[in-house]
């Protein structure tokens, strides 16, 4: 006799945590959040950035592996705004964050940017703080940052690929 109930209240609970997820899995800030900045003993294909130093740029900031199936299938998204929009301002910082022991050796993340031709600022996270600093949770996860170096968009997952790319127009057309 219970089981029905019971299945009704597991049905109903994952169709909530699914509506919220999807709810927060794009989220915009309040245009007064400061974003932190990166901090890296090791980056690949950059000197380390400063957010200060980034005033007047929008910063994209992914949080990534190279192991994860899901960051794998956002990577073209990535370079291709990448290559659309660098010479207008925007600027990928992918953190690479590692979720499994083989993803935290730095020349196993060199060779996967060199064969997959990655050409934006990779800095290492082994140890999370960048990870603890952005409150992140999920791989991927995309930051956008405007050129007053406020956090305003967050996409959590792959998808929304227009309106990511539609957020980075609008920011990059914002006057400095």
């Known amino acids: 006799m ?11 609970a994952l169709f909530g945590m699914i509506s ?16 932190s900045d990166i901090i890296s003993s090791t980056w690949i294909n950059s000197e380390p950035l400063k957010m200060e130093d ?18 794998r299938n956002i990577e073209p998204y990535v370079k291709e705004w990448h290559e659309k929009y660098a010479t207008k301002g925007l600027v990928v910082i ?16 060199k060779a996967y940017i060199q064969e997959h031709r990655i050409p934006y600022a990779v800095p290492i996270d082994n140890e999370f703080r ?10 991927p996860t995309l930051y956008l940052i405007d050129k007053r170096g406020s956090l305003q968009y ?11 790319e539609k957020t980075i127009q609008q920011l990059l057309a914002e006057p400095t």
């Open 130 to 139: 960048n990870w603890r600093q952005y409150r992140n949770r999920y791989w």
């Open 94 to 109: 992918a953190v690479h964050s590692p979720e499994f022991k083989y993803e935290y050796d730095v020349e196993k993340v």
């Open 20 to 35: 919220v997820f999807s709810y927060f899995s794009t989220l915009s800030f309040a245009k007064t959040t400061p974003a």
């Open 2 to 12: 219970l089981k029905r109930p019971m299945q009704i209240l597991v049905g109903a």
């Open 154 to 164: 967050t996409k959590i997952g792959e998808g929304s690929y227009e309106k990511t």
């Open 54 to 71: 980034l005033r007047g740029k929008v910063v994209m900031v992914e949080f990534w592996t190279f192991g994860c199936w899901n960051c």
